[in-house]
């Protein structure tokens, strides 16, 4: 008498059935992680740390001395012994610039007493995640008041000569305690 209740077969049936939608349901799951893993682990919990940074910055990151431009987008940060970049997009380099000290407002944006042309020997950063750098780029040299190096890598422009690009993506390399 098969198929009569209580043999055990229906039940057999049910329990593969269910097994296979909890295996399906698992793999999707795994899936879903797999493909946000970049979103779901970033190291301490912030969004904007690079896979091998060993520091958390503050949620507002000041270097050289200022706050990076409010508004910035794709921030992103490399920390590593002491030592910090932090890549940001925004149309207000020119004002961090300034605000920072690192480029006095009255100077010229490609001065070549605060910094100078990239060229293929000046190394750029390798494992900071977002974004990266479009040539042509500059790079600025600053000492804090504290005696600190801090760098600024920016874009400029590859079409007007004394501009940088709108908005224009900035590696910022500094210090901090």
């Given at each position: 008498m098969s198929?009569?209740?209580?043999?055990?077969?229906?039940v057999?049936?049910l329990?593969?059935?269910?097994?296979?939608?909890v295996?399906?349901?698992a793999?999707?799951?795994?899936?879903?992680?797999?493909?946000?893993?970049d979103e779901l682990?970033?190291p301490?919990g912030?969004?904007?740390a690079?896979?091998?940074?060993?520091?958390?910055?503050?949620g507002v990151?000041?270097?050289?001395?200022?706050?990076?431009p409010?508004g910035?987008s794709d921030?992103?940060?490399?920390?590593?012994?002491?030592?910090?970049?932090?890549a940001?997009?925004?149309g207000?380099?020119?004002d961090?610039l300034?605000r920072?000290g690192i480029?006095?407002d009255d100077?010229?944006?490609?001065?070549?007493?605060?910094?100078?042309?990239v060229?293929?020997g000046i190394?750029?950063?390798?494992?900071?995640?977002g974004?990266?750098l479009?040539?042509?780029?500059?790079?600025?040299h600053?000492t804090?008041?504290d005696g600190?190096?801090?760098?600024v890598l920016?874009?400029?422009s590859?079409?007007v000569?004394?501009?940088l690009?709108f908005?224009?993506?900035?590696?910022?390399?500094?210090n901090?305690?």
């Amino acid at each position: 008498m098969s198929g009569t209740p209580g043999n055990g077969g229906g039940v057999r049936r049910l329990l593969s059935c269910l097994g296979v939608v909890v295996v399906v349901l698992a793999v999707l799951a795994g899936g879903v992680v797999w493909l946000l893993r970049d979103e779901l682990f970033h190291p301490f919990g912030d969004a904007r740390a690079c896979v091998g940074s060993d520091a958390k910055l503050p949620g507002v990151i000041s270097a050289g001395g200022a706050p990076i431009p409010a508004g910035a987008s794709d921030i992103h940060y490399l920390t590593r012994n002491g030592r910090a970049e932090v890549a940001f997009v925004s149309g207000r380099i020119p004002d961090y610039l300034d605000r920072a000290g690192i480029l006095p407002d009255d100077k010229p944006l490609f001065d070549r007493k605060y910094g100078e042309k990239v060229d293929d020997g000046i190394a750029r950063p390798d494992d900071l995640c977002g974004t990266p750098l479009r040539e042509p780029l500059w790079l600025y040299h600053s000492t804090t008041d504290d005696g600190a190096d801090v760098s600024v890598l920016v874009e400029r422009s590859p079409t007007v000569n004394d501009a940088l690009r709108f908005p224009a993506r900035a590696v910022i390399t500094y210090n901090f305690p």
